[in-house]
Each structure stands twice: as structure tokens, then as C-alpha cells.
RNA sequence: GGCGCGGUAGCCAAGUGGUAAGGCCGGGCUCUGCAAAAGCCCCAUGCGUCGGUUCAAUUCCGACCCGCGCCUCCA
């Protein structure tokens, strides 16, 4: 059974399979631009992205996965000229941190990762064909415009009747819409070619309508063309980025390539909360992966918490939330290792495939499995595991086998690491020799001593855990 | 105004035309010198409001209320 998934475009769940006669699934996402390290609200959407692959692949699709790389924008010029940067300097640092977190979080990487600088040529070539066919002109001062009304269709995506688009006088951040700023035709049209402009420092390329640089919207389209052609299966983003930025490529790809059919399939997640607020710098409650680390969370407590909602709706982030998420994973780590004893399987032997003849079995987790390929159901199919985890009935060795199997299989899919190491709590001398006192004296049987002994730890910070065969010390 | 999304227990969150998964928290029990951990059990006659359809609606239809997103910065 394939994966159904909703679709933005025509509103339906359908089926994502390659295009017949192809063996590739090929997906496209919008990727970060790095001008700054990337907050959980677009790690949101990564991973929602990821898991949709990671579902693909396990359900036995070959994915092509490409995810750009914006390394070239308002947003990036300006951050390098303050850093006192080169352009290139600045977003290689951006893209390195963005890369580490993103492994960090239990991201696969794509398969293809294009950066905008590098596909200028291409960018170019695409804006040459729009002028050429029609669909964009050149400005006074040498930007190029896309020209919407030579689209007819344009607006399909979001069903927004275009000859009816009332542009407002200012966007959501409240600031003014500089319909006026560039020579445009329209106030619908967008920018594909930029002409350099002093602000820009070095940062121009040559094109045949003169220095300049590529509008934002035209990079994607670009990349999407060189890497997985004028039609692919899938292309995901950030429920933002729906419109204008997903409307303005397909009209762009299509009226270039003169293919239909840009994208077969539009994934759009919804965005995140936090506690309860939209993000944003104003209020501060943008937080970063390192800020949550840094208040002892771990990235894959983050990820939990992340894919926790259905990618459609929008997901309230509260620290409360990652809280929650950390004590289920460590449920989920208890139940994981119970079907491990039960099937005899260490759990090194659980992170990598398990034994030939069961790798393909589900065993009790059929249904979860099945929950998640339904419109990527994240939050149904963990309820699905943890109800296989809590059944009362000791499963056979055999049937553990399988259950071990179709475990690990849902857990890859949904990028869940278990049985992370987690750093070692240096134990300082001074506690550990309370530990020891205290046990020796409830070896003993000499109570009182231990319970005061107990009590001198809590005071330094310290819980002693008894076990049968001896103690854990840790920090409280 | 246009185009969308959503309102389910203390919190988070699935789902279904026949009477509510799961996680967290909380309570109880077992175990334990104590404490914890762990395991087990309990925890929404109710699914924004009001109507309608139906043998039956949280689930379908209509209206309304409330919250949120996008409408050329955004994942």
C-alpha cells in the first residue's frame, strides 16, 4: 500500500507514487536561507519532511530528496555586510551550523543539497526563456519582471482568482509593500532578475540585461529544474511559503519549460507556536537548538516534540511539551527494551537490521505502520506503539522477533533514536564517597546512618537510586 | 474582503454514523527497611454553541461563537 498524503493543490489525499515509467520518487523542499542559525519552527517543518521520506523509503520508494540551499538574498547580503563578511564566508559558516543541527535532530541529509549562488547560471537561462516566450520584461533599470498576466492560470495552487488579487498596502510583518519601489506593470508581479543596486555590494552577477541578482522565487524553480526536471512528484514547504512563493514557481516553471504539471504533489506543514504566541523576534520566544539545549533538553526530546502533532495543524511549542516528550521516549525506551529481552535481542541488535528472516514482518505494529502511511498520522501511530508496548500478554519469542522487526521499522521512519548515549554526569569524590558510606551502611542494616546519609546527598544536589545488587547515583 | 486551518479530559493529542487511541500530569495498588525506579489499575455519559438529517452524531448538513494562518518578509 502506498503512502496517501493530503494534497495542497486539489484539496484530496492521494497516493504518492512515481510518475509511471519512473523509478524515483522525486521530492523537493525549500530549504533554509542562512543568514542566522534556523529556529524549531523551521526544524518543524525538516523534519515533518524528513519523516515523510524516511515513511517513502521504508515503504520501499527509491526518494530523490533535493533541499536547497537560499545563500543568496535580501536577508543574506545584509547579514554578511554587517558581519563584515564575503557573501560566501558568511553563509558557509550559517550552512555548517544549519547542518550540524540538522544531524543533531535526526535528520537524513538529502540527496541533493543546491545552493542558489551556484545555480545563478541556470537561474538566468530560466528568466531568458520567461522573456523570450513572453511571460516577463525588462525594466528601466534592467530587473526583469514576471508578467502574472500572461499566466492564465496563475493561482491555481492557492484557488485565488489572480484578476481579483487585491494586493494590500503593507504585509503581515506591518511593513509597507514597495509596489513602487521597482518599475513593475503590476502590482502582482514579482521580481526575477534584480539590477544591482549599490547596497549589494560585490555581491552582482553578469546577465544579459546587466548586473544584477536572481529574484528569490526564480532559485527554486531553477534547482528544481536542474535536479529533478521540469516535473517531479512532490514539493513540500512551510504552509507560509504556499503563497506567494509556491504559486510564483509553478507559474514561473511552467511558462519556461511550457511543461504542465510542475509539481504532482504540494506539501505544505502548518507552522509552529510557541507557548501559545506565533514566533517572532519582537517577542523573543524564537528559540534556537542550541537555546533549548542549553536548558538541558536533547535534540532528539526536541524531535519527539516536533513531529508530536499532525503536520496539519499547527503545533503549540511549550517547554512543558518537551517535558512530556521526554518522558514518553523514555517509555518508549522501557517498552523497546521488554520486546528485546522477549526476543532475546540485545539492544545493539535493535539499531541495526535485525535478523534476515524477520526483516520484513510487523508484527503487532501492522497497524501503526498502516496509521502512519495514512496522511502521515505521526501522533495516531505512536498512540498505535504504545498500545502494542502496554499489551498485558507476554509475546512468544517468535512473535517478539517480529514485533522487534516492525519496531524498528516505525522508529526509523519516524527518525526516533533510542537508547542515545547520554552524557556521563561527572560524580564528584566528595558524593560518591557519601554513596558508598550510605550503602555500606544500609548493608549493614544500619537505617538511621543510611537515611542521614541519603539526606547529606540530597543536600549536595544528589539522589542515591537503590538497586537489588547496588546504587545509581544521580543528579537531581 | 479573498483563500485556508482549527476548537476533543488539568495539559498535549489521534479518531469514528453506533456510543471516545495514546502521551504527560494526578490518584490507587504491588514491590521496597526508607526513598525511588518499575509494573499494574483508575482518570471525558463527553468531543465550541444552537438547530437539522438519522433508529443512532462528537463524527453528516446549516447557522453562529471563538482562536489561528496566508494575501507578495517568512519553514
Known sequence: MPVFLHDTMSREKRPLLPKPGREIYGMYCCGPTVYGPAHIGNFRTFTVQDVLRRTLEVGGLKVKHVRNITDVDDKTIRGAQAAGQTLGDFTKKWTEKFHADCKALGLLAPHVEPSAVVHIPQQVAMIKALVDRGHAYVAKDGSVYFKVCSCPDYGKLNHIDFSK??????????????????????????????????????????????????????????????????????????????????????????????????????????????????????????YTLDELVAKGFSPMEVRYTLISGHYRSSLNFTMKGVDDSRSALAKLERGADRLLAAAGFTRAEFAAPVAQEVQTSWGRFAKAW???????????????????????????????????????????????????????????????DLGARRWAAKQSKDFAAADQLRKDLATLGWTMLDRKDGYDLKKS
Not at 526575477?192 to 553578469?206: I, V
Not at 502512519?372 to 502494542?388: A, H, S
Open 165 to 286: 488579487l487585491e494586493t494590500q498596502t503593507e504585509n503581515s510583518a506591518g511593513e509597507a509593500n514597495d509596489a513602487d519601489e521597482y518599475e513593475r506593470e503590476s502590482a502582482s508581479d514579482f521580481a526575477l532578475w534584480k539590477s544591482r543596486k549599490p547596497e549589494d555590494g560585490a555581491n552582482f552577477w553578469p546577465s544579459p540585461w546587466g548586473e544584477g541578482r536572481p529574484g528569490w522565487h526564480i532559485e527554486c524553480s531553477a534547482m528544481s529544474l536542474a535536479h529533478l526536471g521540469a516535473t517531479f512528484d512532490l514539493h513540500g514547504g512551510g504552509i507560509d511559503l504556499c503563497f506567494p512563493h509556491h504559486e510564483n514557481e509553478i507559474a514561473q516553471s511552467e511558462c519556461a519549460t511550457g511543461v504542465k504539471g510542475f509539481a504532482a504533489h504540494w506539501f505544505h506543514s502548518a507552522h509552529l507556536m510557541v507557548e501559545g504566541e506565533k514566533m517572532s523576534k519582537s517577542k523573543g520566544n524564537l
Open 370 to 432: 498502516e496509521v502512519l502511511q495514512d496522511d502521515l498520522n505521526i501522533p495516531g501511530c505512536l498512540g498505535q506503539v504504545f498500545t502494542v508496548l502496554a499489551e498485558k500478554d507476554e509475546p512468544s519469542a517468535e512473535q517478539a522477533r517480529q514485533d522487534v522487526s516492525g519496531l524498528a521499522k516505525i522508529l526509523f521512519a519516524l527518525g526516533l533514536e533510542l537508547f542515545v548515549v547520554k552524557a556521563e554526569v561527572a560524580i564528584p569524590a566528595d558524593v560518591a
